[in-house]
Nanobody, 127 residues
Framework: QVQLVESGGGLVQAGSSLRLSCVASGRAFGMYGMAWFRQAPGKEREFVAGTTWNTRRTEYADSVKGRVTISRDNVENTVWLQMSSLKPEDTAVYYC????????????????????WGQGTQVTVSS
């Protein structure tokens, strides 16, 4: 079992940067792949970025590639999403998620494949 708590969201202007954090409880964090998803009103939850347990693989959605970086620290049980050059279309609730397949070499990109979710943090980008 792992519990996830996101923070770092807020209201920012277009072109700004934000760093989201997700702190996990439980000893299993270091074994799990982690990802960030987002969901805008009226839209499905979509993959933003993901990393394997050892960060050897990372994946990014085309819509954010070059503007966001996912990172993690398995000692601090934390995963971050650094976002820059934010656009109004980045407005959404951002969720972190854990893939409980221990030591997987692959990054999953579908929400249904993740087992644990945080409560989300709102990011609003004004134009």
């Amino acid at each position: 079992q792992v519990q996830l708590v996101e923070s770092g969201g807020g209201l920012v202007q277009a072109g700004s940067s934000l760093r989201l954090s997700c702190v996990a409880s439980g000893r299993a964090f270091g074994m799990y792949g982690m990802a960030w998803f987002r969901q805008a009103p009226g839209k499905e939850r979509e993959f933003v970025a993901g990393t394997t347990w050892n960060t050897r693989r990372t994946e990014y959605a085309d819509s954010v590639k070059g503007r966001v970086t996912i990172s993690r620290d398995n000692v601090e049980n934390t995963v971050w999403l650094q976002m820059s050059s934010l656009k109004p279309e980045d407005t959404a609730v951002y969720y972190c998620a854990a893939d409980s397949r221990a030591y997987s070499a692959h990054v999953l990109t579908h929400a249904r494949e993740y087992d644990y979710w945080g409560q989300g943090t709102q990011v609003t980008v004004s134009s």
